[in-house]
């Protein structure tokens, strides 16, 4: 079983910056590939970024890449998302995700995803 906490959302004025962070428990967290996912008021999950166990592979939604940056560190069990440049239309709320170990590939897919964190709320305002 893998937990996951996020934290770091919060209110940012459209163009400010956000770091979320996702603290994992267990053993195991090198071996697990993560994922950011996000979803707005009556809207779909959508996929934001994932990183491989390693962190050397990353991947990233059409809507966030070049602003938003996935990275991890994996002596502390934790996962980032940096977050630049923010928009009104990135406003939602932010959740972490693990694969099992035995999966090695990223995905965009949430059901691909094993374990859920919370979510945290980030709201950028225009």
């Known amino acids: 079983q893998v937990q996951l906490v996020e934290s770091g959302g919060g209110l940012v004025q459209a163009g400010g910056s956000l770091r979320l962070s996702c603290a994992a428990s267990?053993?195991?967290?090198?071996?697990?590939?993560m994922g950011w996912f996000r979803q707005a008021p009556g809207k779909e999950r959508e996929f934001v970024a994932a990183i491989s166990r390693s962190g050397v592979s990353t991947d990233y939604g059409d809507s966030v890449r070049g602003r938003f940056a996935i990275s991890r560190d994996n002596t502390k069990n934790t996962v980032y998302l940096q977050m630049n440049s923010l928009k009104p239309e990135d406003t939602a709320v932010y959740y972490c995700?693990?694969?099992?170990?035995?999966?090695?590939?990223?995905?965009?897919?949430?059901?691909?995803?094993?374990?859920w964190g919370q979510g945290t709320q980030v709201t950028v305002s225009s």
């Open positions: 267990g053993r195991s967290f090198s071996n697990n590939v």
């Open positions: 995700a693990a694969r099992r170990s035995v999966w090695t590939t990223l995905s965009r897919v949430p059901g691909n995803y094993d374990y």
